[in-house]
């Protein structure tokens, strides 16, 4: 794709496919828990996140809490609707919760 000088690469915003604000949302959350379901099995990215920089951490935690934690009903309804799998909510719970410990 051609690009115009100093645009850095970008498509034009009129060329990008926007999905709405519901479902990219619940695709984030999505990601966020199969990165922790999948990556945080040994329990690294806790501590990865904890030690990174600007109080990562904390912000990750902050959402999880907000985001999925205090919802997990709504969440999974969103993250299941995104990601086209069947979810746990359970799972998600659990899986989630441990994570926000290992941030403290």
């Known amino acids: 794709m051609a690009t115009r000088e100093g645009d850095h690469g970008r498509a034009p915003a009129d ?11 619940g695709s984030d959350l999505y990601d966020l828990f199969a990165l922790a379901a999948g990556y945080d099995a040994q329990g690294r990215l806790g501590g990865e996140l904890s030690e990174a920089p600007h109080d990562l951490g904390r912000l990750v935690a902050d959402v999880v809490r907000k985001e999925i934690l205090h919802q997990p009903e709504r969440a999974v309804r969103q993250m299941t609707a995104s990601a086209e799998v069947d979810l746990d909510r359970d799972q998600v719970v659990g899986v989630l919760e441990e994570l926000v410990v290992e941030l403290r």
């Open 15 to 25: 060329a990008i496919h926007v999905r709405g604000v519901g479902s990219k949302h």
